[in-house]
Nanobody, 124 residues
Framework: QVKLTESGGGSVQAGGSLRLSCAAS????????MGWFRQAPGKEREGVAT???????FYANSVQGRFTISKDNAKNTLYLQMNSLKPEDTAMYYC??????????????????WGQGTQVTVSS
C-alpha cells in the first residue's frame, strides 16, 4: 500500500522559511517522478515544483528562486525548502508521485499518489 506523509508545515511571518518533507512507504522514489502542489481556499490545486526520476527539477514561476525541491532516495523522502515566504504562499501543500514514463511536470492529472497535505500559513 502506497502512503505519502507530509510534515514541516506551520505558521511563519513573511520573509521566513520552512522546510517541508514527504516520507513514503510502499513505493521507491528513485523510480518515480515527484512533485509538490498547493491549494489555497477557493482556488485550484496548482503545481509548485517537480523533480523527475533523473533528478531534473522544474518550478512554477511564482516560486522560482525562492523554493528548492530535492529528494533523498536512500531515505525515500522528498523535500521542499521554502525561503522568502510571502502571504500568497499560504495554502495546503501536498506531495505527489507519478509512475508514468514521461515526467508529468506540473500537471496534477499526471500524478497517481497523493499525501494528505500540510498547512503553510504566511502572515504579513
Amino acid at each position: 500500500q502506497v502512503k505519502l506523509t507530509e510534515s514541516g508545515g506551520g505558521s511563519v511571518q513573511a520573509g521566513g522559511s520552512l522546510r517541508l518533507s514527504c516520507a513514503a512507504s510502499g513505493i521507491i522514489y528513485s523510480r518515480l517522478h515527484m512533485g509538490w502542489f498547493r491549494q489555497a481556499p477557493g482556488k485550484e490545486r496548482e503545481g509548485v515544483a517537480t523533480i523527475d526520476r533523473l533528478g531534473v527539477v522544474f518550478y512554477a514561476n511564482s516560486v522560482q528562486g525562492r523554493f528548492t525541491i530535492s529528494k533523498d532516495n536512500a531515505k525515500n523522502t522528498l523535500y521542499l525548502q521554502m525561503n522568502s515566504l510571502k502571504p500568497e504562499d499560504t495554502a495546503m501543500y501536498y506531495c505527489a508521485a507519478s509512475g508514468t514514463y514521461a515526467p508529468p511536470g506540473l500537471r496534477r492529472e499526471g500524478y497517481n499518489y497523493w499525501g494528505q497535505g500540510t498547512q503553510v500559513t504566511v502572515s504579513s
